[in-house]
């Protein structure tokens, strides 16, 4: 079985443009969670989506956004970048069941 | 909202050693997990353990819901322990995972 898959590994942006990372949950599991971890700051919740909805954010500008399509995978948009949101951004995803969270490797942003 | 406490913060073993990682949480949760980060970023899901005890090879963790606070056991480290070590709490009205700070743990041969 195919774990989380994120894409792409690492992506360098220019500040004030715009970053799309991908996320792919494992086959069933219809929620999807986006997390940042920046330098010194520990693993910080970013959205949940369900079924294709945001059923919740947390603390950040509404230049985060993202969508989750019928297929459950997930798109998380950034846009007008700071050179704060060099990051690393991980996905997860969970299914019914007592199994927990499973994260995907990360997309590494960097924004110069 | 829901606190997660880590100790040690930091911790240096010998190769083959043991050790205890603690996770204190300020209210009831309906998920814990622990995590091994390695340096490349990646989580790494090692125990799903919102209550009880359990073990895979030289881990195990305990979960003592109704006092808050779960363990993480290593026995007989190696180098490829070394990376952070984080629990994470599910908080049930917003489904949020919540992450410690986490253990860096560095065991050295």
């Known amino acids: 079985e195919a774990g989380v898959t994120q894409s792409p590994t690492h992506l360098i942006k220019t500040r004030g443009q715009q970053a799309t990372l991908r996320c792919s949950p494992i086959s069933g599991h219809t929620s999807v969670y986006w997390y940042q971890q920046a330098l010194g700051l520990g693993l910080q919740f970013l959205l949940w989506y369900d079924e294709g909805e945001e059923r919740n954010r947390g603390n950040f500008p509404p230049r985060f956004s993202g969508r989750q399509f019928p297929n459950y995978s997930s798109e998380l948009n950034v846009n007008a970048l700071e050179l704060e949101d060099s990051a690393l951004y991980l996905c997860?995803?969970?299914?019914?069941?007592?199994?927990?969270?499973?994260f995907g490797s990360g997309t590494r942003l960097t924004v110069v | 909202g829901i606190q997660v406490e880590q100790s040690p913060p930091d911790l240096i073993l010998q190769e083959g050693a043991n050790s205890t990682l603690r996770c204190n949480f300020s209210?009831?949760?309906?998920?814990l997990q622990w995590f091994h980060q390695n340096p490349w970023g990646q989580l790494i899901n090692l125990f799903y353990?919102?209550?009880g005890t359990k073990q895979n090879g030289r881990l195990s963790a305990t979960t003592v819901a109704t006092e808050r606070y779960s363990l993480l056991y290593i026995s007989s480290s190696q180098t490829t322990d070394s990376g952070v070590y984080f629990c994470?709490?599910?908080?049930?009205?917003?489904?949020?995972?919540?992450f410690g700070t986490g253990t860096l743990l560095a065991v050295q041969p």
């Open positions: 209210d009831s949760v309906n998920n």
């Open positions: 353990i919102p209550s």
């Open positions: 994470a709490v599910g908080d049930g009205a917003t489904n949020k995972l919540i």
């Open positions: 997860a995803s969970s299914g019914t069941g007592d199994y927990g969270y499973t």
